[in-house]
């Protein structure tokens, strides 16, 4: 059976200005192909409610699991709760169960529960909440969409709280070689490698290095005893 | 006028399996900013076929200008030059102007220009080449899709070709301010700004440093004279 696929939405404009380079994108590929959930595409869009709107129903429909991250906060930019909700025809409101973890945990720091923070208890109705250990407001999770933060360190606990609850199929493995020539002097054997082993992805990542040319050439693939084959034909062919 | 509007199309199974963090995308989301493009959307497939055609044609119709990153080397995995004749219907073969820079590139080299290399002058019949001092494969440029390579200094000399030849607008100008409250005290006021001054973009960036909460509040537009003073209000309310 072949692994769940998915897809991620990064949402914010602070990343297409260039002002925030993102991280979660990078770490959520990481954590899935460990899983055994194949990432097939990412997205970023701005903090614009027609844009991910759209991102959102395209993506949730043609993937097994969608992640989004940002733009779950309690300030004016931040749209991705009720773009959800719209994105799936449910309503949206402050959420008894929400309110209550947000109401304690405001309660236990001595700092005020305002309207502004009782904006991030705004979860769609038939919303699943994700657990937040980091700050406590929580992400969500609609139909096969999974809302988290955008700050990495909440992100980062958020994905530890949902993906034990998905189905993950054979985890990606690989292995890699470095080889100290040219791409160009590896793209003829390589292309046969591949063509061999076409169960299997080879990929070739060229850099150059105190002057010299090399390639880390790395095999993926479910199947940890063909891509042994595999790299140890690449071995011989590169002695 | 609107400032110009562009996409970015990151190619590579290589960032979808976590393996690599691209960084291409944050430095082109720095200068477009810069050069008064809006970068309005960015998106990462694998190294797909039907997935790059499709990505190609939908984000070049939608926007000004659509840059692309990776896929344009020697190796059997290099398929993003094909993806572009296809998307635009135009042929690709060895082009003599490609052909002729490389030629010379490998015999001052000494290094042999053979079948693989020559892939690299594959070219789609109407494209114009993009300089390449790094390593001499070009980039190209088919209609608006500007497609340059994945080795972060390959793409970011042929950035530097490419942007003076497109027209910018006003470029974004920003501030910022770091405010050492909890995000959720600062929505209330900041909302408020956000609707006097709806001309400019006002995002709030929270973080929790050494256990205390704060936000870096960044106000962005092209009329500096408004941002400074959105930025006076601003601090007025915080002072």
């Not at 297409?16 to 990412?42: C, I, P, Q, Y």
């Not at 904006?119 to 909440?129: F, V, W």
């Not at 955008?150 to 993950?168: E, R, Y």
């Not at 003829?188 to 591949?194: I, R």
């Amino acid at each position: 059976m072949p692994n769940p696929t998915a897809a991620m939405l990064v949402i914010g404009d602070e990343i297409l200005s260039g002002r925030t380079r993102d991280s979660n994108m990078h770490f959520l590929a990481g954590e899935l192909t460990k899983h055994g959930v194949d990432l097939k595409e990412a997205r970023v869009v701005a903090d614009n409610s027609p844009a991910i709107v759209a991102a959102l129903q395209e993506l949730s429909a043609r993937y097994d699991h969608l992640f989004t991250s940002g733009g779950i906060g309690p300030t004016h930019d931040d749209i991705t709760a009720d773009c959800v909700a719209e994105a799936f025809g449910q309503s949206i409101h402050v959420r008894d169960d929400a309110f209550a973890l947000l109401d304690a945990y405001y309660k236990a720091e001595g700092r005020e529960f305002n309207a502004a923070r009782q904006r991030m208890a705004r979860i769609p109705e038939k919303a699943t909440l994700i657990d937040n250990p980091v700050s406590i407001a929580p992400g969500f999770t609609v139909e096969n969409v999974h809302v988290m933060a955008g700050v990495p360190s909440v992100f980062q606990a958020m994905v530890a709280s949902v993906l034990p609850g998905i189905t993950g199929g054979a985890p990606l493995l690989s292995q890699s070689l470095t080889i100290q020539r040219g791409e160009g002097d590896l793209a003829g054997p390589l292309g046969e490698l591949a063509a061999e082993f076409s169960d299997l992805s080879i990929g070739s990542y060229p850099f150059q290095k105190n002057g010299a040319f090399g390639a880390n050439i790395v095999i993926r693939g479910t199947d940890g005893a063909r891509i042994d084959a595999a790299m140890t034909k690449l071995a011989e062919v590169f002695a």
